[in-house]
């Protein structure tokens, strides 16, 4: 059973950064694509970030590409979100999840395991 617990959340004002993490269970760490996923109030859960089981490769939604960094660490079995320039817009409850492959993706449905979420809220 692989288990992911977010945190790093928090309130914070425009032009602010903020880092992510996602703490995961399991000696498999390193087997696993991650992802990182948002929902704003109202609106569906939308894409963020991805990254290879080896880290090699990532992949990040238009919204946050150049804001945003998905990174990870396979020995402390965690993946992070750096988020630099937060706009009100990026305000939303971010969740990490891990699909079993190595390569990345932007699909919520391939992903096999998620984690409760970490609220970010941007203010102006």
């Known amino acids: 059973q692989v288990q992911l617990q977010a945190s790093g959340g928090g309130l914070v004002q425009t032009g602010d950064s903020l880092r992510l993490s996602c703490a995961v269970s399991g000696r498999t760490f390193s087997s696993y694509a991650m992802g990182w996923f948002r929902q704003a109030p109202g609106k569906e859960r939308e894409f963020v970030a991805t990254i290879s089981a080896s880290g090699g490769n990532t992949y990040y939604a238009d919204s946050v590409k150049g804001r945003f960094t998905i990174s990870r660490d396979n020995a402390k079995n965690t993946v992070y979100l750096q988020m630099n320039s937060l706009k009100p817009e990026d305000t939303a409850v971010y969740s990490c999840?891990?699909?079993?492959?190595?390569?990345?993706?932007?699909?919520?449905?391939?992903?096999?395991?998620w984690g409760q979420g970490t609220l970010v809220t941007v203010s102006s």
């Open positions: 999840a891990a699909r079993s492959g190595s390569v990345y993706a932007i699909y919520i449905q391939v992903y096999d395991y």
